[in-house]
């Protein structure tokens, strides 16, 4: 039985006091401050963010490390990225996103190949920066066709002091001028990835922006140039974007940083606009460029062909009307494709409920494209999420949606049972749990090894595993708990 506003809105708060009711009072307290019932009226979620993890409850947040490394240098593929500390920090030594690239690894390009400089005791104790200095002259004897390379600091680097700047400028002069950027992204720094974000973007100014000069390639400007910044090319994310860019008639003349190279860090200063998809990862560098640079940026959403179409037209209203007839032709062009997908998967997903969880910018995001399906966002929230991605999150969420933020593995779960959504998009560390729930669930951080799930190209593809994850045969042989006894 559907449930009037006003019900929602008391199921949710009781929810809430429910999951803080186990917690001891100091804890409850704190944790009462990330929870919240969204205000239709208000200009926020009303949830406080970007605060240190209570200890001892279970946060899926990563570390500056792992936002740096992890996110914005890792994919520019032509670098060769050092995590520099132990290898037990695997996690992104060993590891990367699905950040598709077009190059040969291991001559050209170097995403999916991890270096560390594995740190051992004596290490530890002597100091690492010998170490370093030996590695990044083996880096380039191995891979001479490499453009450029990173030091990313893990936590004992900043721990014991090591110069890791002093290193990169006198390895840079010894290998002819060669870039070489040390980052500052050690684990323990902020209190989320979210700082490593912002340290990354402090390195391009300063070692790529700052330091680069006059180095980057000469090219023909021309008043149709634009730069991706933000979208890591998840399962060909990107690529599916620039399709529609380019259709319209504008020129991409750098990614950040799916598929991105260091050429085309330099040559970004020289683009007439940056389009930036996720702005909390991204913004610091886009703000910057705006203030040095004059460059403006524009914020968009490609997710679902409502917000496809409403992007399209607010990146082309900053250039003529050359470009704004390109964006209506593609628009119409896709028009039919779409109305054919959601011909096809809105019968089978109309009012099904979903809960969201993620990092960046999807917990707002997707949710036009959830609702292009007919499909209804009950509740979302942020992993490592600020104020102001709260504030965006209002012209997305409906009045009532359940709000949370840096939510506890308990917290979600206790949030799940009562709302009793029919999907669950959220990380790999909570999949497993909910479909052992019985509940239908999709990878929302790298798509499930699906996508991509930008433009329209990658709409269809959404709506198929969305379909695919709710309407699947298997949840018959399982019930989830709530169900278990009918």
């Known amino acids: 039985m559907d449930l009037t506003l006003d019900e929602v809105k008391a199921r949710n708060a009781d929810v809430i006091s429910e999951a803080l009711s186990v917690y001891p009072d100091k804890t409850a307290k704190k944790r009462a401050k990330h929870l919240n019932v969204y205000e239709g009226d208000k200009p926020d979620c009303g949830v406080k963010s970007n605060i240190k993890s209570v200890p001892g409850v279970m946060t899926i947040r990563g570390c500056a490390y792992a936002g740096s490394k992890g996110v914005v240098w ?9 995590s520099h500390g132990p290898v037990g920090c695997g996690q992104y030594s060993w590891a990367a996103r699905r950040n598709y690239y077009i190059g040969v690894t291991g001559v050209d390009t170097f995403v999916t190949m991890q270096f560390t400089s594995d740190f051992q005791e004596k290490d530890i104790v002597f100091g690492g920066d010998k170490k370093l200095d030996k590695i990044l002259d083996e880096v380039q004897r191995l891979f001479p066709l490499n453009h450029g390379i990173t030091i990313q600091s893990e936590c004992p680097i900043g721990l014991i002091g090591d110069d890791i700047e002093a290193v990169a400028k006198r390895k840079s002069k010894e290998l002819g001028g060669k870039t070489i950027v040390p980052v500052r992204c050690e684990g323990f ?13 402090d390195a391009v100014r300063d070692w790529v922006f700052e330091k680069g000069g006059d180095k980057a390639p000469l090219f023909e400007s021309t008043p149709y140039d634009v730069a991706i910044i933000g979208d890591y090319n998840i399962g060909g994310d990107a690529w599916s974007s620039r399709i529609l860019l380019e259709e319209m008639g504008l020129r991409v003349i750098a990614q950040w940083s799916g598929d991105g190279s260091l ?35 524009v914020e968009y959403n490609f997710f679902g062909p409502s ?27 896709y028009k039919p494709l779409m109305d ?34 007919g499909m209804e966002v009950v509740g979302t929230g942020y992993e490592f999420g600020h104020n102001d991605d709260y504030q965006r999150t209002t012209h997305y969420v409906k009045d009532g949606t359940l709000i949370y933020d840096d939510v506890t593995g308990y917290e979600f779960e206790k949030f799940v049972d009562r709302l009793k959504p029919d999907l669950v998009g959220s990380g790999i560390k909570e999949k497993y749990v909910f479909q052992k729930m019985g509940v239908p669930f999709r990878q929302m951080h790298s798509w499930d090894y699906s ?22 045969p298997v949840w018959g042989l399982t019930k989830a708990p709530w169900n278990a006894g009918r």
């Open 263 to 297: 050429a085309e860090l330099e040559n970004t200063p020289k683009a007439k606009l940056n389009i930036l998809h996720c702005y909390r990862s991204m913004n610091y560098i886009s703000r910057y460029m705006e203030e040095k640079f004059g460059i403006p940026w």
């Open 340 to 373: 054919a997908v959601i011909a096809k998967y809105r019968p089978r997903l109309e009012g099904k409920k979903v809960m969201l969880y993620v990092g960046g910018l999807r917990p707002r995001h997707v949710i036009g494209a959830y609702e292009d399906l």
């Open 189 to 201: 720094r902020g209190v989320s990835q979210s700082l490593g974000h912002h340290i990354a973007n």
């Open 307 to 333: 917000k496809v179409a409403e992007s399209l037209r607010a990146i082309a209203s900053h250039f003529d009307d050359r470009i704004k007839e390109g964006a209506e032709r593609v628009i119409a062009k």
């Open 451 to 472: 996508g991509p799930y930008h433009g329209y190209d990658g709409f269809a593809i959404f709506a198929r595993d969305m379909d695919m994850a709710i309407n699947n």
């Open 74 to 82: 890792g994919p520019i593929k032509d670098m060769v990225h050092i």
